[in-house]
């Protein structure tokens, strides 16, 4: 049984024992490659099929659009990459907070950083103004993973379906994508794909309560894209390699279950940090909270000034409860923040930063358990 004091639900979630009981046959008798010729392998090929129409539903997509990967970085490698690949004299767009997975993907070629304000949400007049005939694709996380900030994918949207109307007057031909990491944001958002009107969204297993190393990428069928990795044409061609069937099947019953319950959770959620914040006014006045209030409610960014947040992070581990520093994928890394930096903290203001999130196992009791300890890590 998963603890209530485990506070870094951004970095990955716990294994929802409904997705275990689903991925178990798989991996014991359902073990086949389903590239194999014979009758239990093409069963398993058959079920997999089912877990990508599942996906598919969820995101209001057809299913050939949905692509299994190994994990939220390769998912984003490959919609970047699989674009910029073909257009060597094109250049994208990216915000200044992207997860590393987007933004040293993007290093990788021609790119121009959107500003974000204060409260980490991109500034869409900026955009607009980076984006040139030369552009071919614009990526902006749907939820950034250190302030849980949303950002206006549906606006960014609009703006690409502008100037798109506007080449098309300019006989320009090059195409415009827009991609999304909707890593952080299955839980209590919506990931309908019409509805936001992107060309590829990027959703990780491990933030859903699903396997980790288990990821989709949808690809709407208008998008051309290539592969980063070659062999055997599995995936459309585009992402070869033996499909880890187990890890998809407990994929797709992860994202059915955050689609399913996002709304009722969300709420839960929410009033759960309602608690935290009201807690963290009273026992730590001090506290600074970063970002925005158009946010989902699992992720809190605070600032504790004059403290120094690896050894915050060190003695809440020794009091029993576990809270990140930044994104897990730094957290071996010295420096601080690049999210916190872009929205304007100082660097000793970001190295007195922690980030709290919450998730299924999250209670009001546990919260208030986190604040008192906090406080006490903090005398």
Do not use: W
């Not at 606006?155 to 031909?173: F, G, P, T, Y």
């Amino acid at each position: 049984m998963i603890g209530s004091n485990y506070f870094d639900y951004a970095a990955t979630t716990p294994l929802d024992p409904k997705v275990l009981a689903v991925m178990v046959p798989y991996l014991g008798d359902n073990f086949y490659n389903p590239s194999a010729g014979y009758l239990k392998a093409i069963a398993v090929k058959k079920e997999l099929n089912e877990a990508r129409s599942r996906i598919a539903k969820a995101l209001g997509c057809k299913s050939p659009e949905v692509l299994f990967v190994a994990g939220g970085t390769e998912a984003n490698n490959l919609a970047i990459s699989g674009v910029m690949q073909q257009f060597t004299d094109a250049n994208m767009l990216i915000s200044q907070i992207e997860h590393d997975s987007v933004y040293e993907t993007a290093n990788q070629y021609k790119n121009k950083k959107i500003k974000v304000n204060e409260k980490g949400i991109i500034d869409l007049e900026d955009l607009k103004s980076k984006i040139d005939k030369n552009t071919a694709l614009i990526s902006v996380m749907y939820v950034n993973n250190e302030l849980g900030t949303i950002q206006p994918i549906k606006q960014i949207a609009e703006i690409i379906h502008q100037e798109l109307d506007n080449r098309h007057k300019n006989k320009n031909k090059l195409p415009l994508f827009l991609h999304t990491d909707a890593s952080q944001a299955g839980n209590y958002l919506s990931l309908n794909v019409n509805s936001l009107g992107v060309d590829m969204l990027t959703l990780n297993g491990g933030k859903i309560y699903g396997p980790k190393q288990s990821a989709v990428l949808y690809v709407n069928s208008k998008a051309s894209i290539l592969p980063i990795i070659y062999g055997g044409g599995q995936e459309r061609g585009l992402r070869s390699g033996t499909e880890n069937v187990v890890s998809y099947v407990g994929l797709s019953r992860a994202v059915e279950l955050s689609q399913k319950n996002h709304i009722k959770e969300q709420k839960r959620i929410n009033d759960i940090s309602g608690v935290l914040l009201t807690e963290l006014k009273t026992k730590l006045p001090n506290a600074i909270i970063n970002g925005d209030r158009h946010k989902i409610p699992n992720i809190i960014n605070v600032t504790l000034p004059n403290q120094d947040n690896e050894t915050i992070m060190m003695k809440m581990d020794e009091m029993g409860y576990e809270i990140a520093v930044g994104s897990a994928c730094k957290a071996s890394n010295d420096e601080p923040s690049r999210v916190l930096m872009a929205i304007g903290l100082s660097e000793i203001e970001a190295e007195s930063t922690i980030r709290i999130s919450m998730g299924k196992y999250t209670t009001k009791e546990s919260v208030i358990g986190l604040v008192e300890s906090l406080q006490k890590a903090c005398q």
